[in-house]
């Protein structure tokens, strides 16, 4: 069965703090690992796509590595912000649906 | 800017009665995703449309659900005889490509409450 798990579930960390998200998935046959934002009551937004043939991307504070073969991807924000508050969720492609994590629930501290 | 919309917001529903979600993609795109978001979890996959053609209905829990969208555009989730353990947000989401394998953009979902 396709699984995505997420650590740790909630974090909160003061303003400008670094942090990790990790996310791991049981099957590594993906076609793209995606990081979405969930703010309270509201849809997704995504802010990175990685294809299975990268390593990383970069948006602005953001950079999402992934790792095929171990089955992990890490989101990586950078001098975190109030702003940045929200759920965290990454989801794994797999041809036709998206397999999603539970996601992490960040507070950033001011 | 024009985005995925659905509507409505909010449903509240009495054990039995049948409901009807809309889902309004960008134009112009190709794949049409429904999910299930219960509190506290991660969405997970209802059914794929690629234009009017449904190709993935592998996640949908019942018999009644049931989606559709015949001209390839404007989607719509029924749920017939509606049950508490329907109880959840449904969002939508749309991409550009067929397959889905680009970046999908979420509406910002329909509240359920079954009551």
């Known amino acids: 069965k396709q699984e995505v798990t997420q650590i740790p579930a909630a974090l909160s960390v003061p303003e400008g703090e670094n942090l990790v998200l990790n996310c791991s998935f049981t099957?590594?046959?993906?076609?793209?690992l995606q990081w979405f934002r969930q703010d309270p009551g509201k849809g997704l937004t995504s802010l990175l796509l990685?294809?299975?043939?990268?390593r990383e991307q970069t948006s602005g504070r953001l950079n999402a590595s992934l790792d095929k073969s171990s089955g992990r991807s890490t989101l990586y924000i950078a001098a975190s912000q109030p702003g940045d508050s929200a759920t965290y969720l990454c989801?794994?492609?797999?041809?036709?649906?998206?397999?999603f994590g539970p996601g992490t629930r960040l507070s950033v501290l001011p | 800017g024009a985005g995925v919309s659905q509507s409505p917001r909010y449903k509240v529903a009495k054990r039995g009665q049948d409901v009807a979600l809309r889902c309004d993609p960008i134009s112009g795109h190709v794949s049409l995703f429904w999910y299930q978001q219960a509190l506290g979890q991660g969405p997970e996959f209802l059914t794929y449309f690629q234009n009017e053609a449904q190709l993935d209905k592998s996640g949908l829990p019942s018999d009644r659900f049931f989606a559709e969208r015949p001209e390839g555009s404007v989607s719509t989730l029924k749920i017939q005889r509606t049950q508490q353990e329907d109880s959840a947000v449904y969002l939508c989401?749309?991409?550009?490509?067929?397959?889905?394998?680009?970046?999908?953009?979420f509406g910002p979902g329909t509240r359920l409450t079954v009551l």
């Open positions: 989801a794994a492609f797999y041809g036709q649906n998206f397999v």
């Open positions: 989401a749309s991409s550009l490509l067929a397959g889905g394998r680009d970046t999908q953009y």
């Open positions: 990685i294809q299975s043939s990268q």
């Open positions: 099957d590594s046959a993906i076609y793209n």
